[in-house]
């Protein structure tokens, strides 16, 4: 068995297992970026993967178990900086490693502040971003390493935006592959049970890996980011779906 997660640091309770519990060596784990995942499945590299919820709608794949990286408000890895008011933004960069989360700062823009911005693509340089663009969209670990009060920009957490609009949870990546995959499920469910119980663990062996502050890490993992998909996650991934497909169906008239 062959999967595809993502690299970012949310997703290591659900793989902790896998990487240094007792389901370790059960199968081949390779980390990519969210985009890549996607790919890779798509093009049948991998028999499973962590994808955004989008590119499993769009690829029709099923999902594997009740597992996925989600959020019930604000959830502090998906960003977007403004160096205007955000009504008055007419470009965005975007960091389009995840194309759940581009979408959802489309949806959030066009829905919440009546704004469409042209978009051009970047790497997650906030710099940079913004030396081309009046706003910025940065996502994962670049996005954590941001202080979203020490910038002097006008900031969005897009996971609080969506909850403003939808009163829902937001789920931006689930467990997926080509078809149901019972064992599979209950290997990722032990691999997360190990993970959530070693939450200080992961934080204390990845937050100097990725120059990380172990305060914000751990409220990150252990509060602000959902793991276990029950019934309102899944109306609001539905609606996410609905809302993403109309968006899409727009841009390509």
């Known amino acids: 068995m062959h999967l595809s997660a993502v690299s970012y640091l949310n997703t290591r309770p659900l793989v902790w297992g896998l990487m240094n519990g007792p389901d370790k060596d059960q199968l081949q784990l390779d980390f990519d970026l969210p985009a890549v995942c996607a790919q890779r499945l798509e ?3 991998v028999d499973a993967g962590l994808v955004p919820v989008i590119e ?9 178990g009740s597992l996925g990286i989600a959020c019930l408000g604000p959830v502090r890895s998906i960003l ?6 955000i009504t008055e933004i007419r470009t965005l960069a975007l960091d389009s490693s995840s194309r759940s989360s581009v979408m959802l700062a489309r949806i959030v823009l066009e829905q919440g ?7 051009r693509v970047m790497a997650p340089d906030l710099a940079a971003m913004l030396g081309k663009s009046d706003a910025a969209l940065i996502i994962g670990d670049p996005a954590l390493r941001i202080n979203p009060d020490a910038t002097g920009l006008h900031v969005l957490d897009l996971g609080e935006e969506w909850y403003k609009l939808t009163a829902l949870p937001m789920v931006f990546a689930i467990w997926a592959g080509h078809k149901a995959q019972p064992e599979l499920a209950k290997l990722l469910d032990s691999s997360y049970a190990y993970g959530k119980r070693n939450i200080a663990e992961i934080v204390l062996t990845e937050c100097a890996e990725r120059n990380l502050w172990p305060g914000l890490a751990y409220e990150y993992l252990n509060t602000l980011i959902q ?3 029950t019934d309102d996650f899944k109306r609001g991934m539905k609606l996410y779906i609905d809302e993403a497909i109309k968006m899409e169906e727009k841009q390509s008239v």
């Open 56 to 64: 499993a709608a769009r690829q029709h794949l099923t999902q594997i």
């Open 227 to 229: 793991y276990e998909l």
């Open 113 to 119: 502040y009546k704004v469409e911005p042209e978009t």
């Open 43 to 45: 093009e049948k590299q």
């Open 80 to 85: 977007l900086l403004s160096k205007v008011p």
